[in-house]
């Protein structure tokens, strides 16, 4: 091999190396409450919104908090540097992504899961009993 070539490779080896370490502490992935805590990783935490507690925005300090409870049932307040989404009110579930605090869990994003007007069980229920009936009828 020519030493152009080898040095390329090198190169080459090193930059997937330094990309690959760098990208793999940023994504935690999905996790609980408890487990981002004892990470300290970034993370993906899957939950509902706390409708009996209060939620409130700071707008000095343009700050959303909520609190959630995670899939495992743990319960914490969420600290989000954005207005409060648009949608939040009828999600069915969130996902917030970010980092536990020592009082709480900060989000950098939060995707709001609504449900969809399309896959409606109830419509599609009272449809297909409305047409079970109908065919029921005709001789």
Not at 65 to 84: H, I, L, Q, S
Not at 91 to 116: N, W
């Amino acid at each position: 091999m020519r030493p152009k070539k080898i040095i390329g490779f090198a190169l080459m080896l090193g930059f997937g190396t330094l990309l690959f370490f760098n990208f793999g502490s940023q994504v935690g992935g999905y996790m609980g409450f408890a487990e981002a805590e004892a990470n300290g990783a970034k993370a993906h935490v899957v939950g509902n919104w706390v409708e009996d507690a209060p939620t409130s925005y700071d707008s000095e300090r343009n700050q959303f908090t909520f609190k959630m409870r995670d899939e495992a049932g743990n319960v914490r307040t969420v600290y989000y540097n954005d207005p409060k989404p648009s949608n939040f009110e009828e999600a069915e579930q969130l996902v917030v992504e970010g980092y536990a605090g020592d009082d709480g869990f900060v989000a950098d994003h939060i995707l709001v899961k609504c449900p969809s007007k399309y896959n409606d069980e109830r419509g599609l229920g009272e449809d297909s009993a409305a047409e079970n009936a109908s065919s029921s009828q005709m001789p």
